[in-house]
């Protein structure tokens, strides 16, 4: 039978039938499943062939896996060489960010756009918990409306507390598989109990982001939208280590720069300080934002530090 895994807790996966049948699954033996050393070897979203035990309960054991259409790794947050899939068979992503109670920076959404880049899922912007900003967070909104909507990113404010911007984020959820991710306290399971009612995923409780609690959501987890869809909520995430990507490649994975590249003198043009370069040019005239440029040049940085 074909199924998906919809969550995964290391050795036993959660898997699902098309006809809505449940099954703890097992891996059966070992199977070489690509020559990357990922710490783990299926994920949420995985589409596997899995056979029942036998007919009286709901264990089976997978016993293949099925091409994936993509998936999106990251740097295994215990092993910098390991990667982790976080998900598999996506069809957008969402990362959702806080400008207060927890502050995201800029540096992980870059970083997390740039591997939906490369891993080609699109991904959307959403600014969580905005009854809690003042002034100076309104003002940094508005800037990163301008900056990320201008290159192509679709941004969603929103409140989960207060319902606020939610209605257009939903439609954007129907008939898609989309994985969330973000930090820690940023509201995700938040979001999606208050969307569909029916759904109560364990969050923080009341007395909220504390600045250093504990993750609340601790297992990547996919689940059945009512009208159709999927949506894979994940644990909060300290740092979205970039993996698989050379120095070369990366300003490919900034859209406003991608079609500049050709202008640029030398090929291998890396965008600091090389003659004739076009990025450079742009930034001088404003056509490259220069937060976005400050953010490609931290990142080409910690990749020095890796290599
Ligand atoms: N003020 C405010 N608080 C919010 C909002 N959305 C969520 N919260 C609170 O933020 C806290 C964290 O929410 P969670 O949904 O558990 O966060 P999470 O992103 O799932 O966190 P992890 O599972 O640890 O990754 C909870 O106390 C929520 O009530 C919002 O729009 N405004
Ligand atoms: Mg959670
Ligand atoms: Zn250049």
Request: aromatic share 10%; glycine share 8%; charged share 25%.
């Amino acid at each position: 039978m074909k199924a998906y895994i919809y969550k995964s807790t290391g050795s036993w996966y959660i898997t699902k039938t098309d006809d809505g049948k449940v099954y703890n699954a097992r891996i059966k033996g070992i199977f070489k499943i690509d020559h990357i050393t990922s710490t783990n070897p299926l994920a949420v979203g995985d589409e596997v062939e899995i056979q029942a035990q036998n007919d009286s309960d709901d264990t089976a054991m997978i016993t293949e896996i099925y091409s994936r259409r993509n998936n999106i790794n990251r740097q295994s947050p215990a092993n910098r060489l390991q990667q982790h899939i976080i998900a598999a068979n996506l069809d957008q992503s969402l990362v959702f960010a806080t400008l207060r109670d927890p502050r995201t920076s800029q540096g992980f959404i870059d970083r997390f756009l740039i591997t939906c880049e490369a891993y080609h899922v699109p991904a959307i912007i959403v600014f969580n918990k905005t009854d809690l900003y003042r002034k100076k967070e309104m003002d940094k909104l508005e800037h990163f409306e301008r900056m990320y909507t201008s290159i192509g990113y679709q941004v969603y404010p929103v409140s989960v507390k207060e319902h606020t911007g939610l209605e257009g984020l939903k439609s954007v959820l129907q008939n898609k598989t989309t994985l969330m991710s973000g930090h820690s306290g940023v509201g995700k399971s938040s979001f999606i109990n208050s969307i569909f009612p029916d759904f109560h995923l364990k969050t923080k409780d009341v007395s909220g982001w504390s600045g250093k609690g504990m993750h609340t959501t601790t297992f990547a987890e996919m689940f059945d939208l009512p009208g159709g869809g999927r949506i894979i909520d994940t644990p909060g995430m300290r740092e979205f280590g970039i993996i698989d990507i050379s120095k070369q490649e990366l300003s490919h994975y900034f859209p406003e720069m991608r079609a500049l590249l050709p202008q640029c003198q030398f090929n291998n043009c890396i965008h600091i300080a090389e003659p004739g370069c076009a990025i450079k040019k742009a930034l001088g005239e404003g056509l490259v934002d220069e937060e976005r440029y400050i953010s490609y040049l931290n990142i080409l940085e910690s990749m020095d530090q890796k290599y």
